[in-house]
DNA sequence: ATCTTCGATATTCGACGCGTATGGTTGGCT
DNA sequence: AGCCAACCATACGCGTCGAATATCGAAGAT
C-alpha cells in the first residue's frame, strides 16, 4: 500500500463519486478507478458499493476512511515536523552559563531574543565554571555555553567573541579606596589579591596577574575563589581585594565597592562556545542570534557592554 | 512523499548502512540512496550525515524516525483493521429477540458461539416484539432480529428458520387439568383463551386459532397479553388458558401447569431474520452460526429443542 | 602506501501510473 | 415505454520513474 492509494480513496469517500474525486486530484476517472481496485485488492475487500449513482462506503470502507484520515493527517504533521526541526525551530539546547557571564545584560538578552524567536526550542540553562562547561561542550552533554575562554580555540570548539568588557577593581566598603570612584591598579600594591583559582581557568588567572605586573606591581596573593562570582562576597568579607569584570558590577552587594581601572585597564571576553562540528539548527540559530543581539560590539576590540570607560 | 520513501528511510536509519538496508529491502543499494535523497530533497534537509563508514542520523532525521515508525505501524494496523472489519470479526451487531425466543436455549447458545467466535464484535442485544422487530430492522435501527415471524418472506427482510417447535397447553395450577401431564386441545372448549394481541403478529394469532378449529371447537377469547411472554403469569393469575411454544416451559412459575397436546399438534417457529440487502460481515457469521448451532433441526419439519413429543 | 568499505554517479531496462477512447449499466425524464 | 444522462469499468498507448548493473571516489584500517 502506498500514500497515493490513500489520498485517492479519501477523495473518493469524500466525493461518494469517481468521477469528481478524479477531478479533484487532477488525474482521469480511469487511473482513479484502478488504484482503488488495487487497493481494494490488497486488503482483500471491497471498500466501495458501486451504485447506479455514485458509491457508497461499505463498512471496512468507512473503517479505512478515518484510519486514512489518520495517516493523512501524521504525515503531514511529520513532514512539517521535520521542517521545523531542520530550520531548528524545535529541538532543544542544553546551554551553559560560566564566569558569571549571565551578569552581562547581554545574556539575558540573547537568550530572551532566541526564546521570542524560536519559542518551540527548549532551552536548558545551566551556570557552571568556564572549565567544566569546556567539557561538558566536548563530551556533548551541552550544546553551546557562553564563557570567558581562555584560548579563542580550545580543539574542536568555535568560540563566537561577544563582548570585551573593562574589568573594575572590587574593594571592601571600609576600604580606603571605598571612597573613590577610580584608582589605578598599582594601589593594589600589599593588599591581599582574591583570585579565580588558576586551574580552572588559567588564561584567566594569568591575565590578571600579567595586568598586575604591567602596573609595575607583583600581586600579593591571597585567598582563592572556586569562581568569580564568589569573589565579591570575598572581597565584601574583607578577605581581599580584587579585580572582576565590569558587568559583575550588577551584583550590588552592601560592603563592596567598584572603581574604575585607571591606566590600562585590563579586559575581560565573553564567548559563545559550541561543537565545531555541531552542525545542529538550533545551536546555528543561537550564534547567530548571539551576534546579532551583540550588535556591533563583536569586534575583537568590542566595547564594553556600556558607556566604555576605557583608558587611552 | 509515499510510504516507500518511509520504509526505506526506517530501514537506513536501522542499519545505518545503505548497502545493508538494500540488502534487507530486497532492492539494490543505488535505488535505495536515490530515494533517500528524494525524500532529503522533498523535505528540504538532510536526514543522515554520510561518514565514511555508513551515516548517522541527523536530528531533523532522528524525528523523522520516530514518526516513520508511528505511520508505518498506523499503516499496518489500519490494513489489519480493515480486514478484519470486512471479514466480521469486528464490528457491531444490533440484535433483536422477541416472542419469547430467548427462552429457546438455543438462542443464547447462538450467542455465546458466536462471542466466542467473534469476541471483537460488539452485541446489543434488544428485546421487543417479533412486529416492532420487524419494522426496525427495516428501519435499519438493528441488524437481526429472533422472531417468530408471520410470513417467510416479508419485503426486503430474509428469514433463516432455526427451530420449529410444538406448542403447549398451560393451565392454572388448580385447574382440573392442572394434574396431568398432557390433554387434547379441546380440553379447552369454553375456557377463556388468553391470547397474543392480534396487531402484533397475526400469523402467531390465527395460528392458534386454526389449531382450536382444527381441535374441533371455537376459542372462547379471554384476555389479550401484548406478548407472548406475560401469557403465563396472566394464566398463572387465573385469568384464562393458553397455549404457548414449549421452550417457554423454562418459565417455571409458581401457579402454571404445562401440558403436552395430545393429538395434531401447533407448532412455533423461530427465524433469525436481517434484510436481504444488508451484506455485512458479521451479520453473515451470525446468520451462519445461527444455521450452524440449529444444526439439523433447521428443516422445514424440524424438531423440537428436545425429545420431540409430536403427533403421528 | 595499499586495501577495503561504503556511498555516489551513470546508464539501461522494465514496470506502472496516467491519459484518451470506449463500453455497459442504471436511474430518471418525457 | 423508450431515450438520455450519469457514472463506473475496460482497453490500449505513452511517458515517467524506480530498479539493476557497472563504475567511481573518498576515507579508514592494516
Redesign the pocket.
Known amino acids: 500500500m502506498?500514500l497515493?492509494h490513500l489520498r485517492?480513496f479519501v477523495a473518493v469517500a469524500e466525493e461518494?463519486?469517481?468521477?469528481?474525486a478524479?477531478e479533484r486530484l487532477?488525474?482521469?476517472?480511469?487511473?482513479?478507478?484502478?488504484?482503488?481496485?488495487?487497493l481494494e485488492e490488497e486488503l482483500g475487500t471491497q471498500l466501495?458499493r458501486?451504485?447506479?449513482?455514485?458509491?457508497e462506503l461499505t463498512p471496512a470502507g468507512k473503517l479505512l476512511l478515518e484510519e486514512a484520515r489518520i495517516i493523512l493527517r501524521q504525515v503531514e504533521q511529520a513532514e512539517t515536523g521535520v521542517r521545523r526541526r531542520a530550520r531548528g525551530e524545535t529541538g532543544r539546547v542544553i546551554l551553559g552559563s560560566g564566569g558569571a557571564t549571565y551578569f552581562h545584560p547581554l545574556i539575558p538578552a540573547i537568550i530572551r531574543e532566541f526564546s521570542v524567536r524560536y519559542p518551540d526550542v527548549v532551552l536548558h540553562p545551566q551556570a557552571s565554571s568556564t572549565a567544566l562547561l569546556m567539557a561538558r561542550l566536548h563530551a556533548g552533554q551541552i550544546d553551546a555555553a557562553f564563557v570567558r575562554p581562555s584560548v579563542d580555540d580550545s580543539e574542536g570548539l568555535a568560540l563566537h567573541l561577544l563582548v570585551d568588557e573593562p574589568m573594575v577593581m572590587v574593594v571592601p566598603k571600609h576600604h580606603p579606596l571605598g571612597t573613590k570612584s577610580s584608582a589605578p591598579l598599582r594601589s593594589f600594591t600589599n593588599e591581599p589579591f582574591i583570585l579565580y583559582a588558576r586551574e580552572l581557568n588559567p588564561d584567566y588567572h594569568d591575565r590578571v596577574i600579567a595586568a598586575c605586573r604591567d602596573a609595575g606591581f607583583e600581586p600579593r596573593l591571597g585567598p582563592q575563589a572556586p569562581q568569580i562570582l564568589p569573589v565579591i562576597p570575598m572581597v565584601a568579607a574583607g578577605l581581599g581585594v580584587s579585580i572582576v569584570p565590569e558587568s559583575t558590577r550588577q551584583i550590588r552587594l552592601d560592603g563592596v565597592v567598584y572603581l574604575e581601572i585607571e591606566g590600562k585597564v585590563p579586559r575581560s571576553r565573553i564567548s559563545l562556545a559550541h561543537r565545531r562540528d555541531d552542525r545542529s539548527a538550533p545551536v546555528r540559530n543561537l550564534v547567530a542570534i548571539a551576534r546579532r543581539v551583540a550588535g556591533g560590539r563583536t569586534g575583537a576590540a568590542g566595547e564594553g557592554w556600556r558607556g566604555d570607560p576605557r583608558a587611552p
Chains 1, 2 share one sequence.
Open positions: 502506498e497515493r485517492y461518494l463519486n469517481f468521477t469528481r478524479a487532477g488525474i482521469g476517472q480511469p487511473p482513479l478507478s484502478l488504484q482503488i481496485r488495487q466501495f458501486r451504485k447506479a449513482r455514485g458509491v
